[in-house]
């Protein structure tokens, strides 16, 4: 058995980690919760998501990673070799090696910490590949074709859109608004309306279950928990599908100015491709609804969801390290 080659989606909210031949055999979210006492790691993953604002004093579960970039560097390692040792065994005789996709917009600090906290957790060799490369692969886009294609990646903590030409990146913009930037547009809304507190995990299940880019016609309802803001006590109240465009609108609106702004640095040959394939969403927001409708209306550009939105950059890191000779060009750091 010789060097194992492993590939990790590490996003804001979810870390995936793929393995060639197996596929994508972890897909967990990325929190680890910690003793304060001994600073000891208590749980990573599933598990420590559960304790998410659930923690006494004592204890401490937090996401190590904020848009799309370490936050907490010991954290970050300790989530890594805890992933790895999961995907790999404990046991093993050789070090594997190891590509992560980052942000495009990631500076060269913050790409020496994710190099470094992936040798510390047991990496021999570490490769950086761009999420925009990396997710067009995934969503089996020919990027090598002298053609341009356009891929809109929506994460957790960030949006990276860029235009992929000959197996490089022509034009790119890199925004760090995602999935967690509206869960917390949608916390606060509930607080500003109905003088209600929620937690994350609550704004997130909101978004989810009737979460909209665009006004819906029939309009959906959930039922909400959380505490009174005036006399601190528990209530329930409604919330509608409503109230969740209103509060990620001006976020939303964000990722489109940047979309905007890629398309206009577009060379004209290119920009004729894109306008005839359309763009490619990816990412795990990229499942919200209505969200291709709202990009489309709003450029002029088809747009449509990739299948399994959220695999393709786990999918694409597997892809691009099978075959790591031919995508050498398209990493910048190893």
């Known amino acids: ?3 194992k080659k492993v590939g990790i989606d590490l996003g804001t909210t979810t870390v995936l980690v793929y393995v060639p031949q197996k596929g994508i055999i972890i897909n967990e979210p990325s929190v680890v919760a910690i003793s304060l006492v001994d600073k000891r790691v208590l749980a990573v993953g599933k598990e420590a998501k559960e304790m998410l604002g659930r923690t006494p004093d004592t204890i401490v579960a937090c996401r190590p990673l904020k848009e799309g970039v370490i936050a907490d560097y010991r954290m970050t390692e300790a989530m890594l070799r805890y992933f790895l040792n999961k995907a790999l065994g404990r046991m093993r ?3 594997p090696e190891v590509m992560v996709a980052v942000p495009g917009g990631i500076t060269s600090t913050e790409r020496r910490a994710v190099i470094d906290a992936t040798i510390s957790a047991g990496a021999r060799a570490a490769y950086i590949i761009k999420e925009p490369v990396v997710a067009a692969i995934g969503a089996d886009i020919p990027i090598g074709s002298p053609s341009g294609h356009m891929i809109v990646d929506v994460g957790g903590g960030t949006s990276e859109i860029a235009v992929i030409s000959l197996g490089g990146i022509v034009a790119s913009s890199s925004v760090r608004t995602g999935g967690t930037k509206l869960d917390a547009a949608i916390q606060e809304h509930v607080r500003r309306k109905y003088g209600l507190a929620i937690g994350e995990r609550t704004a997130e299940d909101i978004k989810i279950r009737i979460g909209s880019a665009l006004y819906l016609e029939k309009k959906m309802e959930v039922q909400v928990k959380g505490r ?3 006399n601190g006590l528990p209530r329930v109240i409604t919330v509608t599908s409503e109230d969740v465009t209103d509060a ?3 976020d939303l609106q964000g990722i489109v100015e940047a979309i905007k702004e890629v398309l206009q ?3 004209p040959e290119l920009s004729a491709d894109v306008m005839e394939k359309g763009m490619v969403l990816t990412g795990g927001t990229a499942q919200l609804r209505n969200l291709d409708r709202l990009f489309s209306d709003a450029t002029g550009v088809p747009a449509f969801v990739a ?3 959220q695999l393709c950059v786990a999918r694409g890191t597997g892809i691009a390290l099978e075959n790591l000779e031919s995508y050498k ?3 910048f750091s190893s």
């Open 1 to 3: 058995m010789f060097a």
């Open 93 to 95: 005789f050789f070090r």
């Open 228 to 230: 009174d803001m005036i």
């Open 248 to 250: 990620i609108q001006h």
């Open 265 to 267: 640095a577009t060379p």
């Open 307 to 309: 299948d399994d939105p």
């Open 329 to 331: 060009r398209s990493i």
